[in-house]
């Protein structure tokens, strides 16, 4: 019994031995591995600092490199920031009921030429002509609103000299809107028969008549939006009426006017509504009346069609088509017209400033 009780005690000692070297053994297999893992801890913090040095190292050199560079090359020269295409007023390309609208059109200047140094030179030639004609005036004579939309209507394809020699006969027969529309055609063709395509003009200067006295009681409206809406009455048309009966800015895009701000290469446009937009917007809006006629008595007197007299030109510096004309000073001079050339300007009865400048009133029709 002894032996037994003691075998037991034996085995029960040795089971807790057994259990103690298990725990001890597990807890230095523990420390083993949080040992591991510390150690690979610091290892790998190591690595990403080492990694951040070289970085860093690599950056500064390159900074140092560019700032080396920068020292050995000179800096270039700043360029402008390229501008903004200017646009025309929106009141010039305003939406008319029944008529397209001239679109807005950005200008391009010549090669070489900035934005800038166009709008410069263009109103620097607009001053150059105000100088050279000051007294510069729509050539077509009126009283009033009503005998200048008939006048301006019928001088498509004629000249003003040519209508004004034959509306005073006109007005003398049909002096109101009431009388021109209750008018017998073939009566009004004779009378316009020396402007061209007469029967045409005819229809449209009754056809207009009617409009005024049934649609505005009478009277020329003083809107684009109606006048538009007359028989005959284009842009051009309306906008001289308004510019001259009316005193609202308006850009007369005449043949004339089409073919100096091409020469002057103020636009590359030909649709005389694009060269609206584009021609308005190198100017302030209440310029644009003046500057019609500037150019326009320009393109008549010295910058003709065929033979320009370039040599006579007074913007000659400034125009980049210069010697497509007449170079010679006294050979120019020859090539003159109108006032500038001695002989009668557009009007039978001018302003009286045109007069007290040298101007010459235009001969009546079958005079001379």
């Known amino acids: 019994m002894e032996k037994s009780a003691a075998s037991k005690k034996t085995a029960a000692n040795a089971s807790r031995k057994s259990d103690a070297k298990k725990s001890a053994v597990k807890k230095t297999a523990a420390k083993e591995t949080e040992a591991k893992k510390t150690a690979a801890k ?8 080492a990694a951040r040095k070289t970085a860093a190292g690599k950056t500064a050199g390159k900074t140092g490199a560019k700032s080396a560079a920068a020292k050995q090359v000179p800096p270039l020269k700043r360029q402008a920031p390229a501008k903004k295409p200017a646009v025309a007023p929106k009141k010039a390309t305003a939406a008319v009921k029944g008529v ?7 200008p391009k200047p010549p090669r070489g030429e900035s934005r800038t140094a166009l709008v410069r030179r263009a109103r620097r030639i607009n001053r150059e002509l105000a100088e050279v004609y000051p007294y510069a005036h729509p050539e077509l004579d009126f009283e009033n609103p009503f005998q200048l939309v008939v006048a301006t209507v019928l001088s498509a394809q004629t000249t003003d000299l040519r209508v004004n020699q034959t509306t005073p006969a006109l007005f003398a027969k049909y002096p109101t809107p009431e009388d021109l529309a209750a008018a017998v055609p073939e009566e009004v063709e004779e009378i316009l028969r020396p402007t061209g395509f007469f029967r045409a003009k005819t229809k449209s200067v009754i056809g207009l008549s009617k409009a005024l006295t049934e649609d505005f009681g009478g009277e020329v409206p003083g809107r684009l939006e109606d006048l538009v809406k007359l028989p005959g009455v284009g842009r051009k048309t309306a906008f001289v009426v308004l510019g001259n009966a009316f005193g609202r ?7 004339h006017f089409q073919r100096l701000v091409r020469r002057w290469r103020w636009t590359e446009e030909t649709d005389p509504d694009k060269i609206e937009a584009a021609v308005g917007a190198l100017f302030p809006k209440s310029d644009w009346t003046d500057l019609s006629h500037h150019v326009i008595w320009h393109g008549r007197r010295i910058c003709h069609a065929r033979k320009p007299a370039c040599g006579a030109c007074p913007v000659a510096p400034l125009c980049p088509a210069y010697g497509e004309g007449e170079t010679d000073p006294e050979k120019a001079k020859k090539l003159l017209k109108y006032e500038k050339g001695g002989f009668p300007g557009q009007r039978l009865k001018p302003p009286q400033a045109y007069l007290d400048a040298g101007g010459k ?7 001379g």
């Open 42 to 49: 610091k290892t790998a913090a190591k690595k990403t600092a």
């Open 100 to 106: 397209a609208p001239a679109k807005t059109v950005a």
């Open 249 to 255: 800015p308006g850009i007369t895009v005449d043949t």
């Open 361 to 367: 009133p235009a001969p009546p029709l079958g005079a």
